[in-house]
């Protein structure tokens, strides 16, 4: 199972490590604060070039599809990631 968050209690926490999947320019756009943007093929492609396996990362894409496989991904290559379920949208909604 995939550790995950509601929009609820992410906007709780105090200064959390957060991912945005999303293209470049999406997250030109507009992203969640704080947000550091990685594109998805960019840390698929090489994970340790961008995340340490001691820190906890919260990611999200645009909906939480892409965010969910990613998360399990770097989980089993053994980071800490946890999902923010509802992607930037649901952190849009929840505003």
């Known amino acids: 199972m995939i550790p995950n968050i509601s929009i609820e209690d ?4 105090s200064n959390p490590n957060v991912i945005d999947l999303r293209s470049v320019e999406n997250y030109n756009n507009n992203h969640i604060p ?3 943007n ?3 093929e960019k840390l698929i492609a090489r ?4 995340l340490n396996r001691i820190d906890t990362y919260y990611i999200y894409c645009t909906y939480g599809k892409k965010s969910i496989s990613v998360c399990k991904i770097l989980n089993n290559l053994g980071y800490r ?3 923010i379920n ?3 949208e ?3 909604l929840a505003q």
């Not at 992410?10 to 926490?13: A, N, T, V």
């Not at 994970?47 to 961008?50: A, I, L, R, T, V």
């Open 81 to 83: 990631t946890i999902h």
């Open 47 to 50: 994970p340790s070039d961008y």
């Open 10 to 13: 992410f906007m709780k926490l």
């Open 34 to 36: 704080n947000a550091r």
């Open 86 to 88: 509802g992607g930037y």
């Open 38 to 40: 990685i594109p998805f």
């Open 90 to 92: 649901g952190w849009i």
